[in-house]
């Protein structure tokens, strides 16, 4: 079975809320329970300098090292989502000469749908790192 980890950020909160270990059947129930309106009301009611994050949701796949974080950009009922794919990747370094493994090589893609954003996260948690790696906009 794998194990995850999940986390969250609220928009007017200046530390990442870790939401800690999940099970991989409360995941999904648990995003799709996300308010994401009240967040953008909240970042649109707060001053510039007191927003930290857009709102955001974080699983990690702790076995294999893979994130993806879920983020809404837009105003209330008017919203896109933006994933980004974190996983650990063989990257050239020096002129291509020495290849080191990068755990932090990320790739951001708009997901402009709810839908799509499940699509992604379903795939995590099944492990499924070529549908992964197939949607990323390289």
């Given at each position: 079975m794998m194990e995850f980890r999940a986390f969250f950020c609220d928009p007017v909160e200046a530390d990442?809320?870790?939401?800690?270990?999940?099970?991989?059947?409360?995941?999904?129930?648990?995003?799709?329970?996300i308010d994401w309106n009240e967040y953008l009301q909240?970042?649109?009611n707060a001053?510039?300098?007191?927003?930290y994050f857009h709102p955001t949701?974080?699983?990690?796949?702790?076995?294999?090292g893979n994130?993806?974080?879920?983020s809404v950009i837009g105003e209330p009922d008017n919203y896109e989502f933006?994933?980004?794919?974190?996983?650990?990747?063989k990257v050239k370094s020096f002129f291509g000469l020495n290849d080191q493994i990068?755990?932090?090589?990320s790739t951001v893609t708009q997901a402009t749908t709810k839908n799509?954003?499940?699509?992604?996260?379903?795939?995590?948690?099944?492990?499924?790192?070529?549908y992964l790696e197939s949607r990323v906009d390289h």
């Open positions: 990442i809320i870790d939401l800690g270990d999940m099970a991989q059947d409360t995941i999904m129930d648990t995003f799709e329970k909240k970042s649109i001053k510039l300098d007191e927003i949701f974080g699983v990690e796949n702790k076995k294999s994130e993806l974080t879920i933006k994933v980004t794919y974190k996983s650990p990747q990068s755990d932090n090589y799509d954003a499940i699509d992604w996260l379903n795939a995590l948690l099944r492990n499924d790192t070529a």
